[in-house]
T-cell receptor, first 108, second 114 residues
Framework: SQKIEQNSEALNIQEGKTATLTCNYTNYSPAYLQWYRQDPGRGPVFLLLIRENEKEKRKERLKVTFDTTLKQSLFHITASQPADSATYLCGTARQLTFGSGTQLTVLP | SAVISQKPSRDICQRGTSLTIQCQVDSQVTMMFWYRQQPGQSLTLIATANQGSEATYESGFVIDKFPISRPNLTFSTLTVSNMSPEDSSIYLC???????????FGPGTRLTVT
């Protein structure tokens, strides 16, 4: 069956470093992948969408890559800040199938 | 973006009763979705709410348990019927903006069934 997996349940990094989160998919070829941020007690917030024919997409300190050979998307936050601490979800399809999320903690 | 509100924000209900959750959007949207997020888990899609037709349910979710209404392009309801403690979750609605595939989520309804 189609599957989206986020390898790390939790990731701790030091403020100022680059956080890299991984999303892998199996048993299908999504036309696009999306990344969302979720804070405790709130609904997810859309961050970025990348299509299969786009290798990379950027928005301010965020960067997403899409490697159809590796069946993987990487999500980077550069110059990370404690305010970036949240759970990050990747998902695909109009009726979103989400990965389990990675809880990022940026340590001051 | 779209502004989405949900009512109620939280509720505590007794086993065997039903709760209807409302989702209101500040603009007309074609696609609305209902998700469930169980404690410590990611989101699972329950159904797509289609205006003017029956909702489309995902595997494991049935209309008798989760009836959905979509009377117009700005409003939808999800009912959780004959509740059991296993239905304790956060229920979220979302909308897709302008065929962009980007989804915007409501704040969620935290349901506890005792």
């Amino acid at each position: 069956s189609q599957k989206i997996e986020q390898n790390s349940e939790a990731l701790n990094i030091q403020e100022g470093k680059t956080a890299t989160l991984t999303c892998n998919y199996t048993n299908y070829s999504p036309a696009y992948l999306q990344w969302y941020r979720q804070d405790p007690g709130r609904g997810p917030v859309f961050l970025l969408l990348i299509r299969e024919n786009e290798k990379e997409k950027r928005k301010e300190r965020l960067k997403v890559t899409f490697d159809t050979t590796l069946k993987q998307s990487l999500f980077h936050i550069t110059a990370s800040q404690p305010a970036d601490s949240a759970t990050y979800l990747c998902g695909t399809a109009r009726q979103l199938t989400f990965g389990s999320g990675t809880q990022l903690t940026v340590l001051p | 973006s779209a502004v989405i509100s949900q009512k109620p924000s939280r509720d505590i209900c007794q086993r065997g009763t039903s709760l209807t959750i409302q989702c209101q959007v500040d603009s007309q949207v074609t696609m609305m979705f209902w998700y469930r997020q169980q404690p410590g888990q990611s989101l699972t899609l329950i159904a797509t709410a289609n205006q003017g037709s029956e909702a489309t349910y995902e595997s494991g979710f049935v209309i008798d348990k989760f009836p959905i209404s979509r009377p117009n392009l700005t409003f939808s309801t999800l009912t959780v019927s004959n509740m059991s403690p296993e239905d304790s979750s956060i229920y979220l609605c979302s909308v897709e903006r302008d065929n962009s595939y980007e989804q915007y989520f409501g704040p969620g309804t935290r349901l506890t069934v005792t």
